[in-house]
Nanobody, 124 residues
Framework: QVQLVESGGGLVQAGGSLRLSCVASGRTLSSYGVGWFRQAPGKEREFVAAVSASGFPTHYADSVKGRFTISRDNAKNTVYLQMNSLKPEDTAVYYC?????????????????WGQGTQVTVSS
């Protein structure tokens, strides 16, 4: 079974940027789609972005379109989330997960092998 580890979170001012990484071990991720989700205190986990095994297509939540970019480097078994123009409402724990089906979706129940998450805090 694949293990996913997120990194790259931190504290940043509004308008700043961060790049999150999701590194896989135990098995290659190259045959699977991968998604990023986030969960803010007191809120449910929500979809952020997803990328198919080939790198296309990608899906984004409306709240991050034009600001976030998901990409992958299959040679490094890594998926990235570039986050620009960050807002205080982006503050959350960010998780990556492996997509379990052939057709890429945005529903959390279609994902598994969740990582432990990385904290992103955006100050105003």
């Amino acid at each position: 079974q694949v293990q996913l580890v997120e990194s790259g979170g931190g504290l940043v001012q509004a308008g700043g940027s961060l790049r999150l990484s999701c590194v896989a071990s135990g098995r290659t991720l190259s045959s699977y789609g991968v998604g990023w989700f986030r969960q803010a205190p007191g809120k449910e986990r929500e979809f952020v972005a997803a990328v198919s095994a080939s790198g296309f297509p990608t899906h984004y939540a409306d709240s991050v379109k034009g600001r976030f970019t998901i990409s992958r480097d299959n040679a490094k078994n890594t998926v990235y989330l570039q986050m620009n123009s960050l807002k205080p409402e982006d503050t959350a724990v960010y998780y990556c997960a492996q997509h379990n089906w052939a057709i890429l979706t945005t529903t959390s129940t279609d994902f598994g092998s969740w990582g432990q998450g990385t904290q992103v805090t955006v100050s105003s």
